[in-house]
C-alpha cells in the first residue's frame, strides 16, 4: 500500500527521520571511550568490566522481547518521543555507578529504555518510505553510522580535554536529547497505514513465516560484531601489526559500512532487495576468507573493508521486508528482526573468543562463514509479501 505525504512535506520529513536515528546513536555512544575510565574509577579487572558491559545487551533484549507490541498501542511517534528522553536520562546512570554491580545494572536499565526508540524511528523510516516512494531506510542506518562515530568522537575528545564522563554525558544528552526531541516535535505528520490484520502479541517472537527473513540478516550481524571486538586483537596477535595500523583496521572496516548503507538505497533500487543481499553476502565473504588466509597489514585491512561493506545493508534489508508484511503490526515484526540479529550481534563476539582458544583466531573468524553462507540462500525472504 503506497502512502503518499504532500510534496513540500516529502523533504522534511526524510531529513527529520534521518536526523533522529543520528541524534540517538550521538546520545547512546558517547559514553562507550569513556570505559576505560569507569574501569579504573570502580577499581575493575577486565573480567569484571566485561560482566558489567553484559547489562546493555540483556536489557536490550530484554525489552525488544515485549516493545513491539508496546510501539503499537503507544503510536510510533509517541514511542520514539518516550524512547529518546529514557535513553538520555538514562544515560546519566552509568558514569555515576558507585560499584561494579551498579555499573551493570545502570548498562541495564538503558538497554530496557532503547527498544521504544529503536523499533518505533525504524517504523516510521518505512512509514515515510512508503509515504516518498522512494527507498531511504539504508541511508538512515548510514546516519546511524554517523551519529555513532560523532558521539564515540565526542567522548574521545572529552576524554582528552579532562571532562569526567558524569559531565561529558549530562551535556551530550542535554543537547542531542532535547535534539531529538525536538525534532520529533517538529516532524511532518506521516499518514499511518490501517491497523494490521494481525493482533499484537505480548512477546515479539518470531513467526514461522518470518524466521527465514529474522535469520537472514545473523551471519553478517556476527561479523559486524566480530570486527567491533576483535579486528584490533587480529590486527594485533595476528599480523603483529603496529597502532596505526591497529586504529586503520577499526576505521576500514566503519568508513565502508557507513557509504554501503548511504548508497544502499538506490543499489536496493536498482537490483532489487534480493540480489544485493546476495551480493554483499559474497563480499562479506570473501572479505572473511581473506582474513583467514593472509597475514599482511594491507590485506587485513582491506578484508575488514570488505566484511564492512558486506554487512553494511544487511540489517537495512531486514527491517524493511519485516515492516512490509501484513500478517502483524509493522512494530511487532520490526522488533523480532531487531531481537534475532541484536542476539546474533552480541553472541558472536564470545562464540569467536571460545573457539579461537581451541584453533586460533583467524580460524575463529572462518567459522563465521557459514551463518553468512546461510544467509545468501535465505535472501529471497526478502520478497515483499
Known amino acids: 500500500m503506497t502512502i503518499e505525504l504532500a510534496p513540500s512535506g516529502k523533504r522534511a520529513a526524510i531529513w527529520n527521520i534521518r536526523a533522529l536515528f543520528f541524534c540517538e546513536a550521538v546520545v547512546l555512544t558517547s559514553i562507550f571511550p569513556r570505559f576505560p575510565d569507569l574501569k579504573e ?34 503510536g510510533t511517534r509517541r514511542a520514539s518521543l518516550i524512547g529518546i528522553a529514557l535513553v538520555a536520562v538514562c544515560m546519566l546512570l552509568p558514569p555515576a555507578a558507585p560499584s561494579m554491580m551498579a555499573l551493570f545494572f545502570a548498562l541495564f536499565v538503558v538497554g530496557l529504555s532503547l527498544a521504544l526508540v529503536e523499533i518505533g ?89 518470518l524466521l527465514g527473513l529474522a535469520v537472514f540478516a545473523v551471519g553478517l550481524q556476527m561479523s559486524e560484531g566480530a570486527a567491533f571486538d576483535w579486528s584490533g586483537i587480529y590486527m594485533k596477535e595476528v599480523v603483529g601489526a603496529n ?11 566503519t568508513l565502508p559500512m557507513a557509504i554501503g548503507r548511504f548508497f544502499g538505497d538506490h543499489f536496493r ?87 579461537s582458544e581451541w584453533i586460533g583466531l583467524q580460524n575463529g573468524l572462518m567459522t563465521l562463514l557459514p551463518f553468512c553462507i546461510l544467509g545468501y540462500f535465505l535472501a529471497p525472504s526478502l520478497k515483499s509479501k
Not at 579487572?45 to 540483556?58: E, T, Y
Request: aromatic share 6%; net charge neutral.
Open 41 to 74: 574509577t570502580l577499581a575493575l579487572d577486565h573480567a569484571q568490566l566485561g560482566l558489567s558491559l553484559l547489562g546493555l545487551p540483556l536489557g536490550t533484549l530484554l525489552s525488544l522481547l515485549m516493545a513491539g507490541g508496546l510501539v503499537d498501542r503507544l
Open 121 to 209: 524511528m525504524n517504523v516510521d523510516a518505512d512509514r515515510v518510505e512508503k509515504s516518498v516512494s522512494k527507498p531511504i531506510m539504508s541511508s538512515c542506518h548510514g546516519f546511524w553510522s554517523l551519529g555513532a562515530l560523532t558521539g564515540t568522537g565526542l567522548g574521545a575528545l572529552c576524554a582528552g580535554f579532562g571532562i569526567s564522563p558524569l559531565h561529558q554525558v549530562m551535556i551530550i544528552s542535554a543537547i542531542f536529547g532535547l535534539a531529538g526531541i525536538l525534532i520529533i516535535q517538529l516532524r511532518t505528520p506521516i499518514p499511518v497505514p490501517p491497523p494490521s490484520a494481525g493482533q499484537s502479541p505480548t512477546f515479539a517472537l518470531p513467526t514461522k513465516a
Open 243 to 253: 597502532a596505526t595500523f591497529i586504529g586503520m583496521a577499526y576505521f576500514s572496516f
Open 269 to 355: 533500487l536498482v537490483l532489487g532487495p534480493v540480489r544485493l543481499a546476495r551480493i554483499t553476502t559474497v563480499i562479506a565473504c570473501l572479505g572473511l576468507l581473506v582474513l583467514g588466509l593472509t597475514e599482511t597489514a594491507v590485506g587485513s585491512i582491506l578484508a575488514w573493508g570488505l566484511v564492512g561493506l558486506g554487512a553494511s545493508m544487511a540489517f537495512p534489508l531486514a527491517v524493511t521486508a519485516a515492516a512490509e508484511r501484513d500478517d502483524r503490526p509493522a512494530a511487532v515484526n520490526v522488533a523480532s528482526v531487531f531481537l534475532v540479529a541484536f542476539t546474533a550481534f552480541v553472541i558472536g563476539p564470545p562464540l569467536i573468543g571460545f573457539v
